[in-house]
């Protein structure tokens, strides 16, 4: 008898250590947001912060985290390597996670503390080429250029018949002329000529002399890789130029923001554009994201980059719960990396639009839409899946 | 050392450096932005060495600073005794062409930028201590040399140019040497200094190099003042430094607090901050009470 009352207390002692073990010690958790909230890019950090504060509302108001409410502290860098990299400095000190940094330059000078520093941080903007330079401490939102994008391209061309000659508007930013090597890709596959590409400056005002650069040389169909208000500008100055086969212009994803449609205006009728965001999915939480985000920005749908940490803090979220991470201090480091192995490798996460997975930090079967745009409004052409 | 401490001083170092690259030609009215394209040039360059042709640093270093003196020198046979607007001209346009050489050199990661820089010495640990040691070893090396400079018989020439060229020429003042000699010593200065801004942070962008940098640059230099080295080298902390304790509420507002502090400097002390007249009095305030004490010493002997 007395063996089995000690046998009894054993287990009830383990059981009670179990528990403690995994009871969370945080009353607050606490995600530093490193974003971009003032300098030339602050409109796209505004919609990013605001997804992020979004879903730590609606986390908060179904009961937190593991029981405890998140706050996304709003970490603004300014766009500024020399900001961004002390900010991550102090992040690291005592963060068990974090996301962002945006965009690129801040992300090279602040990831590489976030990485010697075993802390994830995720950053859920940049494509796979920028990501997979900090694997595992990030994870990537997107996959590889070269896998992804020649697929939409594909879909987009083989809509047309005529499609013999395409000409490509790139402007040297960032990851930007690798998306339209993996577009080259795609036409080189379905033996389509691609003429000279046209370079578009950086700083370029003037879009005239391109336009006509590019027509000289008998394009049937064009890809826009520039940002939005230049791809605007360049469609205005295609049509005032007679050019008529509006679907015969592919705008890519990363100029599918607000300035597209406000200097576009009805210029944009016809024209195509890809994107992983798909306004025309219908599912309670998303519909109540997209009201919610019309309500604050002017009665604008939600764009392209806008669920991205939303998503971002909900994996936060199921990592933390489905992991056992407790916040305590003490453990820092086995709880930072036990977030970024189960990130890396979630399956089945279910994400505001669809549900992905993620192997080894990659998605895997995330779907892109192409979309024509039509009085301002996307209307949905074609899915593409991995 | 904690890391936040380490970015706040290397980064302060880099920009009290670079803004002494821009007062030494501004002794002789030349605004020599060309530095910003000198540093990109130099860093990537060094990047490239180390990272694929296994050069080791401190090569990569000296080779930086080479550079930045041979394009320094290069350009100044023709721009030395240029004016201001023309010298800032030449600036800009120095940093768009870099900008798209950079850009379409796949090589160097043209618009990707380049990654995984090593870590000198092995661990983070000593990479951050000998980026330490050799930013803050510049800065008392170049503070030495700016002060012997603008205490020599060339700074004298140089403060005569300022005031006015057609005056220095006539006191026999070789305007085009003295404007080649500051130009090709801050092109030096600024090569070096664009390699250690890259392996500070183990990676290069060219938006690290962009025209933020001369905002910087240019508000450190003329709030702390630009007629003394001393202006950069008090304001150059306290300009960065007091930001990253302001609430985010106040951070937004950075740069408009630094365009508000530069207006209203060059209104109400368009020489800046720390002037030579105040400097002068401080060290001769210095002076005054360590007279006293010796005097003091003495009569008490």
Redesign the interface.
């Known amino acids: 008898m007395k063996r089995q009352i000690v046998a009894l207390l054993l287990i009830l002692v383990a059981v009670s250590f179990g528990f403690s073990q995994t009871k969370v010690v945080v009353n607050e958790w606490r995600i530093p947001f490193l974003n971009c ?3 030339p890019i602050a409109a796209i950090g505004e919609f990013l912060q605001w997804g992020a504060n979004y879903a730590a509302n609606e986390i908060n108001a179904a009961g937190g985290i593991a029981g405890k409410p998140v706050r996304v ?4 860098t ?6 961004g ?2 900010e991550m ?2 992040i ?2 005592d963060s068990l996670v974090a996301m962002g940094p945006v965009p ?2 801040v992300i ?2 602040a990831m ?2 976030a990485v ?2 075993q802390m994830m941080s995720i950053t859920a903007t940049t494509s796979y ?2 990501a997979v ?1 900090f694997f595992p401490w990030t994870v990537s939102w997107f996959p590889p250029t070269l896998d992804r994008l020649p697929a939409l391209v594909i879909g987009w061309a083989k809509q047309f018949s005529d499609l013999k000659q395409v000409v490509q508007f790139i402007e ?7 998306m339209a090597e993996a577009h080259s890709k795609a036409l080189a596959g379905l033996n389509i000529k691609e003429l000279k590409a046209i370079e578009v400056p950086t700083d370029a005002v003037t879009f005239g002399p391109l336009v006509v650069r590019a027509l000289d040389q008998k394009p049937d169909g064009i890809i826009l890789v520039c940002n939005a208000e230049k791809a605007a500008k360049i469609i205005k100055e295609l049509k005032s130029r007679g050019w008529t086969k509006m679907n015969h212009i592919l705008v890519f994803s990363s100029a599918d923001d607000a300035q597209l449609y406000s200097t576009g205006g009805a210029d944009l009728n016809g024209v195509q554009v890809y994107n992983y965001l798909n306004l025309e999915v219908s599912n309670p939480r998303w519909d109540k994201f997209k009201a919610a985000f019309a309500k604050d920005h002017n009665g604008q749908m939600p764009f392209s980059l806008s669920p991205n940490y939303y998503d971002a803090l909900y994996m936060i979220k199921e990592a933390i719960e489905k992991t056992g991470v407790t916040g305590d201090p003490k453990k820092l480091k086995e709880e930072r990396k036990k977030i970024a192995d189960y990130c890396a490798n979630v399956k089945g996460f279910q994400g505001l639009l669809y549900e992905w997975d993620m192997k080894d930090g990659v998605p895997t079967n995330k779907p892109s839409y192409i979309f024509e745009i039509q009085n301002g409004v996307k209307q949905f052409v074609l899915e593409v899946r991995p | 050392m904690p890391l936040s401490l380490y970015y706040f001083l290397s980064i302060t170092a880099v920009n009290i450096l670079m803004s002494w690259a821009l007062y030494v030609p501004y002794r002789v009215t030349q605004l020599h932005f060309i530095t910003i394209a000198n540093m990109m040039i130099s860093g990537y360059l060094a990047g490239y060495l180390v990272l694929h042709a296994h050069v080791p640093f401190i090569w990569a270093l000296l080779i930086g600073f080479a550079v930045g003196g041979i394009i320094g020198f290069i350009v100044s046979l023709f721009i030395g005794d240029a004016p201001t607007f023309s010298v800032v001209i030449v600036g800009f346009t120095s940093i768009y062409i870099t900008r798209t050489i950079v850009e379409n050199l796949p090589i160097i990661g043209g618009t990707m930028g380049m990654f995984g820089l090593p870590n000198i010495g092995g661990n983070p640990g000593t990479h951050r201590w000998i980026i330490l040691c050799i930013l803050y070893g510049l800065v008392i090396l170049c503070g030495f040399l700016i002060y012997r400079f603008d205490h020599s018989s060339i700074g004298r020439a140089a403060s005569a140019v300022f005031v006015d060229k057609e005056l220095a020429s006539s006191l026999g003042i070789d305007i085009k040497k003295l404007g080649m000699l500051v130009q090709t010593f801050s092109c030096t200065l600024a090569g070096g200094v664009g390699v250690l801004y890259g392996f500070i942070y183990r990676s290069f962008h060219l938006d690290f190099f962009g025209f933020a940098l001369i905002g910087i640059f240019m508000t450190v230099l003329f709030v702390g003042g630009y007629s003394t080295q001393w202006g950069p080298l008090i304001t150059a902390p306290i300009l960065y430094g007091l930001p990253l304790f302001f609430p985010t509420e106040v951070q937004s507002w950075r740069i408009v607090i630094y365009g508000l502090l530069l207006i209203l400097v060059l209104e109400l002390k368009p020489e800046g901050f720390i002037t030579r007249k105040f400097v002068h009095s401080l060290g001769l305030s210095f002076s005054r009470k360590r007279a006293k004490e010796i005097y003091s010493k003495e009569e008490e002997q």
Do not use: C, F, H
């Open positions: 909230l003032t300098g502290i709003p970490v603004d300014g766009n500024d390597p020399q900001k990299s002390v400095a102090r690291v000190k690129e330059p090279l000078a590489p503390i010697e520093n080429e920028y330079q040297p930013y960032g990851p930007w002329p690798g």
